[in-house]
């Protein structure tokens, strides 16, 4: 993609598509409405600049699929940045001379925050073209925590409205 353009993917939540869009993101896929992997590459492929592939692919999904794909839709040269997989959501066959020396990809991954990652954040959070109130879609109280975490394993709605992020409030009685 053009270098300052955005991509999202969300497995299914339209919510999040439209919240990437609101933040900005030029092109949004949502991958359960392209449910062939050929498919969402000739997307990223036909959006981006030259049509050679994303400059930079940002995967948060949490899936070895999903950073498994990332190579598909990242250009010669592109970087991959992996924050999804904060736990060992198995393996991929991984050539090292296929998947990164031919093609000169760079993956960047991070598991934890250093200081210098909220210094650099400021300026995301102060800029009032970016809406981060619709971050969280739910505040809910503590003992909902099971009742949300299902829904959401489930990619149900909580009240009837799509789940964005649920924020745990102890102090709260009931969900808002």
């Known amino acids: 993609m053009k270098a300052g353009q955005a991509a999202a993917k969300a497995n299914g939540n339209p919510a999040r598509v439209e919240l990437a869009r609101a933040m900005g993101a030029d092109f949004v896929m949502l991958a359960a409405a392209m449910p062939a992997e050929k498919e969402r590459k000739e997307f990223v492929f036909s959006h981006s600049l030259n049509h050679v592939g994303a400059d930079v692919v940002i995967n948060t999904v949490g899936t070895t699929d999903a950073f498994r794909e990332c190579f598909n839709f990242v250009r010669d040269s592109g970087t991959i940045v992996e924050v999804g997989n904060f ?9 090292p ?5 031919e093609r000169g990809i760079k993956i960047i991954g991070s598991f934890d925050n250093e200081a210098e990652h909220f210094v650099r954040a400021m300026p995301l959070i102060s800029n009032p073209h970016i809406p981060l109130e619709k971050l969280i879609s739910h505040q809910v109280p503590l003992a909902d925590v099971e009742t949300v975490l299902a829904a959401i394993e489930k990619g ?6 799509e789940i964005v992020k649920a924020m745990m409030v102890p102090e709260l009685s009931e969900r808002n």
């Open 87 to 95: 736990v060992d959501s198995g393996t991929f066959a991984f050539n």
């Open 97 to 101: 001379c296929k998947h990164l020396c």
């Open 156 to 161: 149900a709605k909580l009240d009837n409205k």
